[in-house]
């Protein structure tokens, strides 16, 4: 993707990457905006900006974990807050995305 509507995209669907993400694994901010921003090409600040947003909303929650290496790790979790909206997202994506994918198959 590229220009100005290829981030919009990413953008939007940025939040539903997160939450499920999250949904599989607790993780931790570092790890997150890597798998995201090798998947998407994503920048770091905006996902960190985002993931300051998804926690002050309480759809994903913090915890500190003990590291082999060096001091504890903030780690991230959705909470069941989070699930309910990682649930409806994936409706509206599918929906989107069935939507889009017949306008576009249609076009010759």
């Known amino acids: 993707m590229?220009?100005?509507?290829?981030a919009q995209l990413k953008k939007g669907v940025l939040e539903?990457?997160?939450?499920a993400?999250?949904?599989?694994d607790d993780s931790?901010?570092?790890?997150i905006a890597g798998k995201l921003a090798e998947a998407i090409d994503m920048g770091?600040?905006?996902?960190?900006?985002?993931?300051?947003?998804?926690?002050g909303d309480g759809?994903?929650?913090?915890y500190l974990k003990e590291s082999d290496r060096g001091?504890?790790?903030?780690y991230i979790r959705i909470t069941s807050k989070g699930h309910g909206r990682l649930v409806a997202q994936k409706s509206d994506w599918v929906f989107f995305a069935d939507a889009a994918n017949r306008i576009v198959g249609a076009l010759k």
């Open 2 to 6: 590229t220009g100005r509507i290829g």
């Open 16 to 19: 539903l990457r997160v939450l």
């Open 21 to 24: 993400l999250l949904s599989h």
């Open 28 to 31: 931790y901010g570092f790890d």
């Open 44 to 55: 770091e600040g905006t996902i960190y900006s985002l993931m300051r947003r998804l926690l």
């Open 59 to 62: 759809l994903v929650e913090t």
């Open 71 to 74: 001091p504890p790790r903030k």
